[in-house]
């Protein structure tokens, strides 16, 4: 067994439910005056491969002529950044402390047990930041290290897996609390331009935990982390933007996101793999269904391998750098219900920049 890996996992989403069939029909009625833009919008949506998603606010679930995100809505009552920033630290630390409470019964360990936090978030700001705050609701020692990583989008729930592998590898005594928690759905702009409405058709808002280091034999369902690596996909910058507004952060993803990865990324994951045959499990992020269908096209994917990140999607939406855990979580479900023994696999997954995040990972039954 691997002398790294992930020992305990935890998710939680907010209270409050995103049908996306009644929240399509809602943004139609919005639309109603522009036809066009709404049969665009409906085909957006009903192509996102989400059934539902979650969110902090539940604003969000008004009537579109009385949703204050909405252009339709009242004209002074859209949220600023600074009100969406107030929900942020308001709910953000209460989902963030639920994640990580569940991945340190998970793991079996005490919250002293805790040497290092690691806190990431791209969907807020506020100072004393999430790190500090988690400090006094989990019981940590006021002495744990603190790595806040933040403004890094989707991929960072890896950059985290992979700073905190680091940290145990050369310090073996140290036990790393992961914490992911995006609040996406806050940034959901008044505004029918078709690149808003794109983002606004698969973002949900979730958290994630996970414990990393020396795992104990005994345990089940660990995921062995055997070797982590970060890498700049070559004239990408422009694709993924993530930029501050007055009405929270706008998000432009480019069209063109699936088809580079398809181009870009089967090589650098055939290389970093480093073996002819490509493993069994993939923890792909489901950062759209797009993503999904270029990795599963390229390597010949079986749908049984990309279940797991179809089914995340479908259920909760793209929660940027949390998501990846929940793929994770349900992986090792579906794996301790087979009960099929130590399996390889991968994960990977894409922020701005544009940067992928690998992982290569051992299951341990």
Same mark, same amino acid.
């Given at each position: ?64 002529? &009385?949703?204050?995100?909405?252009? &339709?809505?009242?004209? $002074?009552?859209? /949220? !600023? ?26 793991? %079996? ?5 805790? @040497? ?19 400090? =006094?609701?989990? =019981? ?34 140290? %036990? ?8 996406? !759905? ?6 029918? #331009? ?20 020396? /795992? ?10 055997? %070797? ?5 996909? /070559?004239? !990408? ?5 993530? @930029? ?9 993803? +480019?069209?063109?996101? /699936? ?47 990309? #279940?797991?990140?179809? +089914? ?7 929660? &940027? +750098? ?32 544009? $940067? ?5 990972? !051992?299951?341990?039954?």
């Amino acid at each position: 067994m691997e002398h790294v890996a992930i020992v305990g996992i935890g998710t939680a989403v907010p209270a409050y439910g995103l049908d996306q069939e009644d929240a399509s029909r809602r943004l139609s009625d919005a639309l109603a005056s522009s036809p066009d833009n709404a049969r665009w919008a409906q085909r957006i949506f009903g192509h996102s491969g989400v059934d539902r998603r979650y969110t902090c606010d539940p604003r969000l679930l008004e009537p579109a002529a &009385s949703c204050c995100y909405l252009p &339709s809505g009242a004209d $002074t009552g859209v /949220p !600023t950044t600074e009100e969406r920033m107030a929900i942020y630290q308001r709910e953000a630390v209460v989902l963030a402390a639920e994640a990580a409470r569940k991945a340190l019964a998970d793991s %079996k360990s005490r919250p002293g047990d805790i @040497t290092h936090l690691i806190a990431v978030s791209c969907t807020g700001m506020f100072l004393p930041g999430l790190d500090a705050e988690l400090i =006094d609701p989990l =019981d940590l020692r006021p002495d744990v290290r603190r790595i806040p990583l933040t403004f890094m989008g989707c991929a960072a729930g890896l950059t985290a897996i992979r700073q905190a592998e680091e940290i145990v590898r050369n310090s073996p005594s140290s %036990k790393v609390l992961v914490v992911a928690v995006e609040l996406c !759905t806050l940034h959901i702009q008044p505004s029918f #331009e078709r690149e808003q409405l794109f983002a606004a058709a698969f973002f949900g808002d979730g958290a994630s935990a996970c414990v990393i280091g020396k /795992p104990d034999p005994a345990d089940e369902g660990n995921f062995g982390l055997r %070797k982590t690596q970060a890498l700049l996909l /070559p004239n !990408t910058s422009d694709k993924m933007r993530w @930029t501050i507004g007055n009405y929270g952060f706008r998000l432009f993803l +480019s069209p063109e996101i /699936p088809r580079l990865i398809a181009r870009e990324v089967p090589e650098a994951l055939q290389l970093f793999w480093g073996c002819e045959e490509m493993p069994e499990l993939w923890a792909i992020h489901p950062g759209g269904r797009g993503i999904i269908d270029a990795l599963s096209a390229a390597f010949g994917l079986e749908d049984s391998q990309t #279940e797991a990140s179809r +089914s995340v999607l479908r259920r909760y939406g793209n929660m &940027s +750098s949390a998501t990846i855990l929940f793929v994770l979580a349900e992986i090792r479900e579906r794996q301790l219900e087979k009960n099929e023994g130590m399996k390889e696999g991968i994960a990977v997954a894409f922020g701005p920049g544009m $940067t992928a995040e690998m992982i290569r990972f !051992t299951f341990h039954p």
